[in-house]
């Protein structure tokens, strides 16, 4: 049950880049608001975090980054009709890195409180730097 949960999370996750690739290029006129770097921020760390509480194995917990990561690298060099979805620009590297980033900082989180380390204030004042 749990895996089939999981990987439903690693399914979204995977939509989740796609739908982000769609709205990190959006302009207002002529200024640029990336909103798929909002929501990739909001909501990559929060399905990770959902993974590691149902599984908190590695590959399992990180099954939503996996599909993200895999979405957004396959349609940004593949893309529909052989278009890329990820033009080179400073939206793009910000939302890959945003995403990247939110997503391995949760999954971190995951594994610290799976192992029982302290994390936070607590590891520097322990010393467990």
């Given at each position: ?124 004042r322990d010393g467990h730097l």
């Open positions: 049950m749990y895996a089939a949960i999981t990987a439903l999370l690693g399914v979204t996750g995977a939509v989740l880049g796609a739908f982000g690739l769609l709205f990190t290029p959006l302009y207002a006129g002529a200024i640029p608001v990336p909103l798929g770097i909002v929501v990739t921020l909001l909501s990559l760390p929060w399905l990770v975090r959902a993974a590691g509480e149902l599984d908190p194995r590695p590959l399992r917990a990180a099954a939503p980054l996996i599909g993200w990561a895999i979405a957004v690298f396959a349609l940004a060099f593949i893309g529909p009709g052989g278009d890329t979805m990820l033009p080179p620009t400073w939206q793009s590297m910000l939302f890959v890195l945003v995403g990247l980033g939110s997503g391995l900082w949760a999954l971190r989180s995951v594994l610290l409180d799976e192992n029982g380390l302290p994390t936070g204030r607590s590891r520097e």
